[in-house]
């Protein structure tokens, strides 16, 4: 695991010495920039695909925005040829650095139980948002407590894609799998449209409390 930490940290794994996988994934997480085959591009831009964050990638597969790679190693040989630019890596690299990106620990912030409960003392609006967050449905997909699912669904961005997990996305800038949309609150707006939920105002201002708190 140390080895893979190293590598994890090393340019030189890059065909042109230009980046490591630190570069995108600082400290494990993401740069929250968006890349073409490893190429900078602006969000919503055809091809765009956010930096994805390696925070308890343990607990959950498939990988990809597309689903395509069904281990953590098969993700890594992705980045290595295409994000990195470089060629196949020899079975110890990979090993080595896939031991270390499943050590990563997922992002848990304390605030809340592992059946999706907020901790006390929570505020009243996100404890009414996460009764709002099983009757909208979010849970099905979002599941406590990675909030996030094996499958890959449609709703509404262009075809099927995983769902990414709701830990820590209020600390995130622009989210979807191409940065569609601006922040919580439009992406919350956007999916609740498509999935032909209606909320009150204090409803939807309940469930982006309790999203908040994840
Ligand atoms: C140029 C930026 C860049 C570099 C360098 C990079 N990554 Fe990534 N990484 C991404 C992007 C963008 C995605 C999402 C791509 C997609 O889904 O199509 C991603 C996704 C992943 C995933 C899948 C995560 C998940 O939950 O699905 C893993 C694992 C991963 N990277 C590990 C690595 C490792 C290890 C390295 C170094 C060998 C590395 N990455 C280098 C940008 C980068
Ligand atoms: C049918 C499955 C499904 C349901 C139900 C669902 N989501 Fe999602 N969610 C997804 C998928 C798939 C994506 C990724 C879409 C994309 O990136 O194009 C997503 C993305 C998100 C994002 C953006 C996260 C990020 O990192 O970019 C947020 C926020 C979100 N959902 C919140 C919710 C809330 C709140 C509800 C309940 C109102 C909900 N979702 C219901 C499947 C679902």
Known sequence: MQRGALLFLDPALSGDGSRSCSTCHPGGASDQLFYDAGTEVPPTSAGARRTLSLRGAWQTPPYLWDGSAATVPDAIARMLRVEMRGGDPSSLDLKSLA???????????????????????????????????????????????????????????????????????????RLGHDGRWADLEQAMQEILAHREVELTNAEFYQLKAYVELL
Do not use: M
Request: proline letters at 11%.
């Open 99 to 173: 031991a270390f990106v499943l050590s990563i620990p997922a992002y848990d912030n304390g605030r809340i139980q592992p059946e999706g409960e907020p901790v006390e003392p929570a505020t009243l609006s996100a404890r009414r948002g996460f009764a709002v967050f099983q009757q909208a449905k979010c849970a099905v997909c979002h599941p406590p407590p990675t909030y996030t699912h094996r499958f890959q669904f449609d709703i509404g961005t262009g075809g099927k894609w995983s769902v990414p997990t709701l830990r820590g996305v209020s600390q995130l800038g």
